[in-house]
């Protein structure tokens, strides 16, 4: 017994060995292709002839949908996976409204935004404040405004769940397997995080009661929260907390708090390589941790027992104005990358 045990042992050892050294490449695919302009299924590219002068929209994609943000157009587009409208929601100016389906709406300035199963459009909308510099805008008053399929405004959303306080700075809107809203906020000092269900906010946790303090010999270590992940299932959580002696970074740890219990229920992983961050839960079972090395871009699976299982790397042509990486609800991954005349829209696999 004592010989299967540990000929069973070095067997899982060498897999953990195989799995943290094996890389697979992930090919892309051109799936849609953005023009700059102002016309319907467009976006207006602010540049000079070096860089961006401004990143004034925001490309997410949920399901069958590419949707788009447009501060400059103060619009919403939700598009096909080929590029194609499907619905426009804000300022018309210059838009065909006959052939297309559109619904007028006076933005501020659009924030984040997702959409649930009934394809239901939240969208955070912050007040613009007169007098103030535009680095200031992220962390201005804001609210959620809830659109349905076809563009429109249903209700208006704050921290209470009816519009009577703002939200500040919100740093991502999630649905759940139940069509459940939640809304990760964060300050200077702390994280937060709201649970509605339909206009009913159902859950609130102040993460500054939490105290995140390690002790090695003489030296006590810092915890700071540095990014939230919401499990599909709604029910838990990952908090990716990163420990520092002073401003020198130690490791990052991976817990799991039940929403439920309302407490930390467990350590999952220690991760030392501060590149190595926090990007993505797919099936509430396996966690992405992604780092830039040059131009190579690679993520780092483990499951949730904190097992490495594999590695994957996306070759980047990074001769845009800016490329970024985004995945969908079932831990797809897409990128896109902006060019002086059209953003180019990638699916990976």
């Not at 992983?269 to 501060?274: C, K």
Request: hydrophobic content about 35%; proline content about 2%.
């Amino acid at each position: 017994m004592k010989l299967k045990a540990a000929v069973y042992i070095f067997a899982l050892s060498i897999f953990a060995s195989c799995a943290y050294w094996n890389v697979s490449s992930l090919n892309s695919k051109l799936i849609a292709e953005i023009s700059n302009g102002e016309a319907a299924g467009q976006i207006q590219i602010i540049k000079d002839e070096y860089a961006l002068n401004d990143l004034s929209f925001r490309i997410e994609v949920f399901r069958k949908n590419i949707i788009v943000a447009d501060n400059s157009l103060k619009r919403v587009q939700v598009l096909d996976m080929n590029g194609k409208p499907e619905l426009i929601i804000g300022s018309l100016t210059g838009i065909d409204k006959s052939s297309y389906s559109t619904s007028p709406f006076n933005f501020g300035v659009i924030g984040s935004f997702t959409q649930d199963y009934d394809n239901n459009l939240y969208i955070q909308n912050r007040l613009q404040i007169r007098g103030r510099g535009s680095d200031s805008t992220s962390f201005s008053p804001s609210y959620i405004l809830v659109f349905n399929d076809k563009g429109e405004l249903q209700y208006t959303m704050g921290k209470t769940g009816t519009p009577d306080i703002p939200f500040f700075y919100i740093e991502k809107l999630f649905v759940d397997s139940s069509d459940r809203l939640f809304v990760i906020s964060r300050t200077f000092n702390t994280w937060e995080l709201y649970r509605f269900n339909k206009k009913k906010r159902e859950k609130y946790i102040d993460f500054s009661r939490l105290e995140f303090k390690e002790k090695d010999n003489n030296e006590t270590y810092e915890g700071k929260i540095e990014n939230i992940e919401i499990l599909r299932n709604g029910e838990k959580i990952l908090l990716s907390v990163a420990y520092y002696h002073d401003i020198r970074f130690k490791y990052r740890k991976i817990y799991e708090f039940s929403l439920e219990k309302d407490k930390i229920t467990r350590e999952i992983s220690t991760i030392p390589d501060p590149k190595n961050v926090l990007f993505k839960v797919v099936d509430d079972k396996i966690m992405y941790f992604w780092n830039i090395d040059g131009k190579d871009v690679k993520f780092m699976l483990q499951n949730t027992e904190g097992s490495i299982i594999n590695n994957i790397k996306l070759d980047f042509d990074n001769k845009n104005y800016f490329s970024k990486i985004i995945s969908n609800e079932n831990g797809r991954f897409f990128s896109y990358h902006v060019a002086s005349d059209s953003i180019q829209i990638y699916e990976w696999e």
